[in-house]
């Protein structure tokens, strides 16, 4: 069974660069069959797909946030990151990583909720 | 982009009773859509993927329908734990996977 668990800080300040890491355990970034994805809920809100990256580097992100956004892998450590730069008050919200199979979202980490604040 | 707008906004059912939520997209998903639950403070659980098919686990009262643009989840018997937030989502048009407004259970 695999597992995801998002870590990095819960407050940001307005301008900067929002980064966070999901580790993954019980399966590997590095499958061929997955793909590891960003979605993120602002408080009391809906959910919104940020973008994922498949094992081979490749990416794809929400167009209404890809100039902001950036996904990477780290094989060696079976962990997948978010940046997301000139942060303002509305990407405040729960940031989810999950496991994806061409848009099935099966599996997800439990959340980590990112303030945007000075 | 797919919009897919879920009604009602709400929902207000009793345990026992027989839930039916909708979820209409802005064009043919063909039966590339999903039904997810969400309750407070946790992540979403996947229930049903292109637009029948039971997640691992999902309990047989979960059933969901539909093709095209108009489809429906289904919970044929509530119990206390069903009550929750439902969201669907499509992945014909895939990236991005659009979801819906989100469709709250509650308890009558």
């Known amino acids: 069974q695999v597992q995801l668990q998002e870590s990095g800080p819960g407050l940001v300040k307005p301008s900067e660069t929002l980064s966070l890491t999901c580790t993954v355990s019980?399966?590997?970034?590095?499958?061929?069959?997955?793909?590891w994805s960003w979605i993120r809920q602002p408080p009391g809100k809906g959910l919104e797909w940020i973008g994922y990256?498949?094992?081979?580097?490749?990416?794809n992100y929400n167009p209404s946030l890809k100039s902001r956004v950036t996904i990477s892998v780290d094989t060696s450590k079976n962990q997948f990151s978010l940046k997301l730069s000139s942060v303002t008050a509305a990407d405040t919200a729960v940031y989810y990583c999950?496991?994806?199979?061409?848009?099935?979202?099966?599996?997800w980490g439990q959340g980590t909720l990112v303030t945007v604040s000075s | 982009e797919i919009v897919l707008t879920q009604s009602p906004a709400t929902l207000s059912l009793s345990p026992g009773e027989r839930a039916t939520l909708s979820c209409r997209a802005s064009?043919?998903?063909?039966?590339?859509l999903a039904w997810y639950q969400q309750k407070p403070g946790q992540a979403p659980r996947l229930l049903i993927y292109?637009?029948?098919n039971r997640a691992t686990g999902i309990p047989a009262r979960f059933s969901g329908s539909g093709s095209g643009t108009d489809f429906t989840l289904t919970i044929s018997s509530l119990e206390p734990e069903d009550f929750a937030v439902y969201y669907c989502?499509?992945?014909?048009?895939?990236?991005?996977?659009?979801f819906g407004q989100g469709t709250r259970l509650e308890i009558k």
């Open positions: 999950a496991r994806d199979h061409g848009g099935i979202t099966a599996d």
């Open positions: 019980g399966g590997s970034v590095s499958s061929g069959s997955y793909y």
């Open positions: 990256i498949y094992y081979s580097g490749s990416t």
């Open positions: 064009q043919s998903v063909s039966s590339y």
């Open positions: 292109d637009a029948s």
């Open positions: 989502q499509q992945r014909s048009n895939w990236p991005p996977g659009t």
